[in-house]
């Protein structure tokens, strides 16, 4: 069983940054595809970044060039750099995770095996 804890996420100004974290436990030495998701008020889930199992990354078309994916597999934490937030990026933001690799590549929100509580990112105009 994966345990997955998000933090990083405020209030900030459009135009401002935030790095969100989520640190996975127990450590293992099975390699987990980890993935971000984030939700907004009255809409679906959606696949932002993943980092599958061979460090490959993907990104949602909506949120590349602003969002960074990143992984340091020594801590079992995955980050994820926001730059330029926009009020459209306000949601709360997931972090996921499976042992296979190919979720991180589709970003299919019913495909991960494990979630975390999320982190409330609120962007401001």
């Known amino acids: 069983q994966v345990q997955l804890v998000e933090s990083g996420g405020g209030s900030v100004q459009a135009g401002g940054s935030l790095r969100l974290s989520c640190t996975a436990s127990p450590y293992s030495d099975t390699r987990y595809c980890m993935a971000w998701f984030r939700q907004a008020p009255e809409k679906e889930r959606e696949g932002v970044a993943g980092?599958?199992?061979?460090?490959?990354?993907t990104y949602a078309d909506s949120v590349k060039g602003r969002f960074t994916v990143s992984q340091d597999t020594a801590k079992n934490t995955l980050y994820l750099q926001i730059d330029s937030l926009k009020p459209e990026d306000t949601a709360m933001y997931y972090c996921?995770?499976?042992?296979?690799?190919?979720?991180?590549?589709?970003?299919?929100?019913?495909?991960?095996?494990?979630w975390g509580q999320g982190t409330q990112v609120t962007v401001s105009s």
């Open positions: 980092i599958d199992t061979d460090g490959t990354i």
């Open positions: 996921a995770a499976d042992p296979q690799w190919w979720p991180c590549r589709t970003l299919g929100r019913r495909d991960f095996d494990y």
